[in-house]
Structures are given as C-alpha cells and as structure tokens.
C-alpha cells in the first residue's frame, strides 16, 4: 500500500489575532508546519501548537518566512543569502527553544510564502536555506517544494530531503507554483483537489497552468491551513486518499521528544 504524508501550515496566530482553525486541522494532517514568530506566531501559540501536536501523534516541523506579519510573508523581502541564513537559524531556534519546553521534537524545516518560493528559484537562496538548516542541532530535515532548486540545494548540504506536493495550489511548466492573484493559483474546490491528488499519485504527473503534466516526486502533501475551506479541504483529501488505499503517516517522525 502506498503511504504519504499530509502536511499544514499551522500556528499561525499570534496574541489576540487568529488565523484557521489549527485543531481542527491538526485532527487531519499527520505533519505540522508550525509558524516561528516571522511572518506569524508566538511563543505561547508555538506551545499550544507544538503540545496539540504531540498529543495527536503528528510530526513537527518549522516554518520559518520572511519577518513581514503586515504581508504574512507572502512579500519578498531584498537580503543577503547570509541575512537569510541568519534569519531562518534564529526562526527555527526560536521554535526549537519552545519545543524544549514542552517536549516536544522539530524534525524538519519548511520554509514558508514568498521565501520558500524564491529558494524554489534561486539556487542561492535555496543554499542559504539549506545551510541554515544544516548548521542547526537536532538531524533537521529539509522539507521542499518538489522539483525546484531547494530539492538539490538541501542535498548538497548534506540534509535528509523530502519533496512536498501542494493540494490546493497550481503549477507552472517549471513546477513552481502559479503566483497568488493569478489565474489557476488556487484550488478552492475540495472534490477537484481530491481528484487531481489521486491522478498524480496514480500517474506521477502534475497538471500545470499553460502546458502539458510534469513528473514530480512526493512524499508529503500540503493543504494551506489559512484558507476558509482548509478543514473541508484536509477532510475531503483525507478521506479520498484512505478510499483508495493510500495510507497517511508523518514522512519524519511523530512530535514526542
């Protein structure tokens, strides 16, 4: 039977500002892409998270973005790849810190929004992730977007690397994902990503906006955790996936220390 993981960007709160519905989601996914106070998140949304998570047996990792709450991240930001190095070690820190403190164990590293899709662009922004994530404690994994330069950027720098699919996003011929604004960027319907899910792991083809279906690598699926259909969206995947003998489990591991 095949297996797969099912991932979401989660605790992406912080004080009194709520965003999705993280326990519900996290009653779906089998891994969590927890928020680490840049482009979202705070220390006692970390916990809770990182605690919910453990508690339900899903994997941990984090998800460090560009310091822009007003743009959630979804902006680039103009740094140096050593600025960035900077930026996603502390990020992660951060989170790592707060996962000490509940028991909890950061797996993997996913970068979230406008920097994930510049490291999936540029190969030095890639290896500034990557270094980042290499130099940190803890045997971190890589988690990337499949078929982009964060895949042999993370590579070369020695790291575990796993490739993630998006559910609810659309993709170039150059399998990157279509720009948010643009038509065929979103998936909104539940049915329709549940369908095209099933095909690609049938086929090993992604449909793409503008030209004919990619070969794409998998071991992870990410449904977006801050969309108003995210738990119809994680239900309905999960659902169809079980249906057809695909069995679901974190791609790096459980969150218990």
């Given at each position: 039977m095949a297996v797969i993981d099912?991932?979401?960007?989660?605790?992406?709160?912080?004080?009194?500002?709520?965003?999705?519905?993280?326990?519900?989601?996290?009653?779906?996914?089998?891994?969590?892409?927890?928020?680490?106070?840049?482009?979202?998140?705070?220390?006692?949304?970390?916990?809770?998270?990182?605690?919910r998570a453990a508690d339900l047996g899903v994997g941990i990792g984090?998800?460090?973005?560009?310091?822009?709450?007003?743009?959630?991240?979804?902006?680039?930001?103009?740094?140096a790849p050593d600025?960035?190095?900077?930026?996603?070690?502390?990020?992660?820190?951060a989170l790592q810190g707060v996962a000490?403190?509940?028991?909890v164990r950061v797996a993997y590293v996913k970068a979230h929004g406008a920097l994930a899709n510049l490291a999936a662009a540029r190969r030095e922004v890639a290896d500034a992730v990557a270094q980042a994530v290499a130099a940190l404690p803890g045997d971190l994994a890589l988690l990337a977007?499949?078929?982009t330069e964060l895949e042999p950027a993370g590579r070369a720098a020695g790291l575990r690397v796993f490739s993630?699919?998006?559910?609810?996003?659309?993709?170039?011929?150059?399998?990157?994902?279509?720009?948010?604004?643009?038509?065929?960027?979103?998936?909104?319907?539940a049915a329709q990503a549940a369908d095209r899910l099933l095909r690609f792991l049938d086929s090993g083809l992604m449909p793409v906006v503008g030209g004919d279906p990619i070969p794409l690598a998998a071991q992870s699926i990410c449904?977006?955790?801050?969309?108003?259909?995210?738990?119809?969206?994680?239900?309905?995947?999960?659902?169809?996936?079980?249906?057809?003998?695909?069995?679901?489990?974190?791609?790096?591991?459980?969150a218990q220390g």
């Open positions: 099912l991932n979401s960007d989660l605790g992406e709160a912080f004080g009194p500002w709520a965003m999705g519905d993280d326990a519900r989601i996290l009653e779906l996914v089998t891994s969590a892409n927890i928020a680490c106070g840049g482009h979202a998140g705070d220390p006692d949304v970390m916990f809770q998270t990182l605690r984090a998800h460090p973005g560009y310091a822009d709450r007003q743009g959630f991240g979804r902006r680039v930001i103009p740094m600025e960035i190095s900077r930026m996603v070690a502390a990020q992660v820190g000490a403190l509940a028991g977007i499949s078929g993630e699919i998006f559910a609810d996003r659309g993709y170039q011929p150059n399998g990157q994902l279509v720009p948010r604004g643009q038509p065929g960027a979103m998936i909104h319907d449904v977006h955790g801050d969309s108003a259909e995210a738990v119809a969206m994680a239900h309905e995947i999960r659902l169809r996936l079980t249906a057809a003998g695909v069995g679901l489990a974190p791609f790096c591991g459980t």
